[in-house]
């Protein structure tokens, strides 16, 4: 018996050594996605949340290895929430958090919006002007 139990102790230490600290750490962020889910998200609304979630994973990581402390990470987590709720539309962001945003929340939010809509027209002016090119160079010849 006394075997065993120095065993298991012995197994203790070793993963306790040379596993990382942050798997020891309670994280919400998993949970939180599981709330979210609950809103029909879309599929772009979902790679957004996961990127912002593989963010949130990144600062756990890095505040144990900098020795910042559960605490730092604890509260990045708010942050996190706060990200990821800023995905949603209006009516998502009603039945997830159950209020209407704030005038910031709003003005976030929109502000998200038109990058992504500034990004995709200068995506598609950027494919425009290619093939315009390609037009030209095939007129030349």
Request: charged share 30%.
């Amino acid at each position: 018996m006394t075997k065993r139990v120095s065993g298991v102790v012995v197994v203790a230490l070793v993963i306790g050594l040379f596993a990382p600290a942050a798997l020891a750490c309670w994280d919400n962020s998993d949970e939180f996605i599981t709330k979210l889910k609950k809103v029909n998200l879309t599929t772009a609304q979902l790679k957004e949340i996961f990127v912002l979630r593989q963010q949130h994973k990144a600062v756990v990581v890095r505040a144990h290895k900098e020795g910042l402390g559960c605490r730092y990470h604890e509260n990045h987590e708010q942050v996190f929430e706060k990200q990821a709720v800023g995905v949603l539309n209006d009516e998502q962001f009603k039945k997830a958090v159950g209020r209407k945003r704030t005038k910031v929340e709003s003005l976030t939010y929109e502000n998200k919006e038109l990058k992504k809509k500034l990004a995709a027209l200068e995506a598609r002016l950027a494919r425009l002007e290619a093939a315009l090119k390609a037009a030209d160079a095939k007129k030349a010849k």
